[in-house]
């Protein structure tokens, strides 16, 4: 039976490039018939008007904050080869109420065994922090990605998630180190010194394809539209294709 390949996208730091790249990944690898089933756990809800327009209103479906509270629905269909579970307003409240519950930390896990045989890849979008959701997408994972702009303090907060997860073990044995995206990768010195620095540190849980800082993904951003719209030529979409090559190659069991 298919089981899917179920990856959270984690960084405590905000504006990390978290939903940038739980988005346009799930667009590459429809593209490539993979079935994606999208989580957004963040109340911010950027993954959820991304994907479905700003207009939508996640209160009048089957949500986040649904799946959390063990009640069953369909995920929303965005496109072909794409479902979302979106992030509604209850979703905070959710949080506080998750909490209080006995095995807090496997709720989102429990949910998912129940539908992840019809999906390829579950890829959740994480709130930036570290709290009881990031936990619970820990807890569910196969595999965790950190997506991390080259800056200051981002070794501290790789070590920080690095850490959670070890903690995290005890509940999920089979767990890796996660795995480390660069994102908005410029051309400022600082970007390659804190990436050597992290090559060094984290050697191979890197991914060696860098997400490139570029007017592309924002112009991208604007039209609701993502990477795979691309011409098959533009520098962007090529950069996308090798990182979904190796985002499948690194996610396998
Ligand atoms: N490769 C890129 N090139 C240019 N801009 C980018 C790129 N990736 C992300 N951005 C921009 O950086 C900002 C933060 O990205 P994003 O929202 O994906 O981060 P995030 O980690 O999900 O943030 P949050 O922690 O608030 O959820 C956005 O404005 C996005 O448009
Ligand atoms: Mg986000």
């Given at each position: 039976m298919k089981e899917a390949i179920i990856v959270p996208f984690i960084n405590h730091k905000g504006g990390t490039g978290k939903t940038t790249t739980v988005s346009n990944l799930a667009s590459m690898l429809a593209t490539k018939n993979k079935k994606v089933l999208l989580i957004d756990t963040d109340a911010q809800a950027n993954l959820t008007s991304y994907m479905l327009g700003y207009e939508f209103d996640a209160d009048d479906t089957f949500n986040a904050a649904n799946l959390l509270s063990g009640e069953s629905g369909e995920p929303v269909n965005v496109r072909k080869n794409i479902d979302i579970i979106p992030a509604s307003l209850d979703l905070s409240m959710c949080e506080v109420q998750m909490q209080?519950?006995?095995?807090?930390?496997?709720i989102l896990k429990n949910e998912l065994d129940k539908i992840?045989?019809?999906?390829?890849y579950i890829l959740i979008d994480c709130p930036p922090h570290l709290g009881v959701m990031t936990i619970n997408a820990i807890v569910a994972a196969n595999h965790v990605i950190i997506p991390t702009t080259a800056e200051p303090f981002a070794l501290k907060g790789v070590q920080a998630i690095n850490d959670l997860v070890e903690q995290l073990k005890p509940a999920n044995h089979n767990l890796d180190k996660p795995m480390i995206i660069l994102t908005r990768?410029?051309?400022?010195q600082v970007n390659k010194l804190i990436y050597d620095a992290i090559c060094e540190t984290y050697a191979n849980n890197v991914f060696k394809t860098i997400e490139k800082e570029t007017v592309d993904i924002l112009n991208l951003q604007a039209q609701n539209q993502t990477v795979e719209s691309l011409s098959d030529s533009n520098p962007t979409k090529e950069n996308w294709v090798a990182l979904t090559k190796e985002f499948i190659s690194k996610t396998k069991a």
């Open positions: 209080a519950k006995v095995l807090r930390e496997q992840k045989a019809k999906y390829d990768f410029g051309r400022r």
